[in-house]
C-alpha cells in the first residue's frame, strides 16, 4: 500500500468523511479573479483580514516553504432531524454547524494525528502546517481540485453525496503525495477547466431564491453586507434596519441557502459520533441571552462556535429577534 493509501485510510479510521490530496501549487488564475473581483467590489463589509494575506490565500506553498502537497479532508455536519419544541418564551434560531461543538479543535485534534502518522520515520524531516479557518487559504478552491466536490452558487464546496454541509481542514507538507483529481464541475465551467463529471449546480437556483436579503446576487456574487450570517457573526455595531428585519428571528448564522440545497436534502446525516451534538441549542430562549453576564456567556458557550461572536453582539442580536419576534 503506498504512503498516499495509507493517509487516506488513516484519516477515515480518524472520523473523517472526506479526504483527497492536491498540489501546493497557486490556486487557478479564474478562482483569483473571482476572489480579487470580490474584494474589490466591497462585499467583504467589515472582514478586513480578507484583504491581508492574499498571496498565501492564493499560494499554499506560501505558508511551507518547499511544500509539495495538500491533504484535504471533509467532515460532515448535516443535524439529524429534530421536532420544534414548543417553547414558552421567545427563541432564536441557531444554524446548523453551531449547534455542534467548535469545530476547529476538534478537527485540529486528529489533523495532529494524521501528521503523526504521515510524518513517520520513513519521512521524517519533512514540514507540516495545519490549517482550519486559522490560515489564510483558499480551502474550497484547494477542496474542489482536489476532486471533493464543487463551488456551488452559495458559494459552498457542495460535495454531491455529502451535501454542502461539510467542515473542511487541510494539512500543507513537504511531503509529496500522489495527486487527486478533479472530479465534478464548477457551476460556472469555464472553457479552461479539466475534464470532469457533469454534477453541478445545472439551471438550480433554489439557493439564490432561498436567500432572505438577497445576498446571494444573481450575478452569482456573494454579497456579505446583506449576508444574515455575517450580520448576525461579523458585523459590529448598529445593524440596518432594513436588514435587520429581515433576520427574523435567526440568532446566530443562518442555514436557507444550505437547507433549499437539492444535494443537502439527499445527504445522510453527521455519522460521527465522537462529534458532539447539542439538540438545546438549535434554538436558544432570547430572554436567558438578554439576561446573561460576561460569566454566563463563557460558561454556556466554551465550547461552542458562538463564543466567538461576543456576548454584546449576541445581545444586539437577542433584541433584533425579540422586536421581529
Known sequence: ??????????????????????????????????????????????????????DKRMNPAKLVENAQSVIVVGLSYKPPRQNQPDAAAPTGRVASYAQYEDYHPFIKTRLRKLTDFVGSPAVRGHTFKICVDSSPVAERALAARAGLGFIGRNH???????????????????VKLQYDQPTYCHSERSEESPPSVAVNCSTCTKCID??????????????????????????????????????????????????????????????????KFYRDRAALSLQQILDMNERDFEAAFADSVIKRVGLASLKRNARICLANI
Request: proline share 4%.
Open 1 to 54: 500500500m503506498s504512503l498516499t493509501d495509507s493517509v487516506k485510510n488513516k484519516a477515515i479510521e480518524l472520523g473523517f468523511d472526506l479526504v483527497a490530496v492536491t498540489d501546493a501549487s497557486p490556486i487557478d488564475s479564474r478562482q483569483v479573479e473571482l476572489l480579487n473581483k470580490w474584494l474589490a467590489s466591497g462585499f467583504a463589509g467589515q472582514m478586513k483580514y480578507m484583504h491581508r494575506n492574499l
Open 210 to 275: 432561498a436567500c432572505p436579503t438577497g445576498a446571494l446576487r444573481a450575478d452569482g456574487q456573494l454579497d456579505a453586507n446583506n449576508c444574515i450570517n455575517y450580520l448576525t457573526i461579523e458585523h459590529k455595531g448598529t445593524m440596518p434596519s432594513e436588514l435587520a428585519e429581515k433576520i427574523g428571528d435567526r440568532l446566530f448564522g443562518c442555514d436557507e441557502c444550505v437547507l433549499a440545497c437539492p444535494y443537502q436534502q439527499k445527504a445522510s446525516v453527521c455519522r460521527n459520533k465522537e462529534f
Open 156 to 174: 459552498m464546496l457542495i460535495n454531491p453525496v455529502l451535501g454542502p454541509q461539510t467542515f473542511l481542514g487541510e494539512i500543507i507538507t513537504t
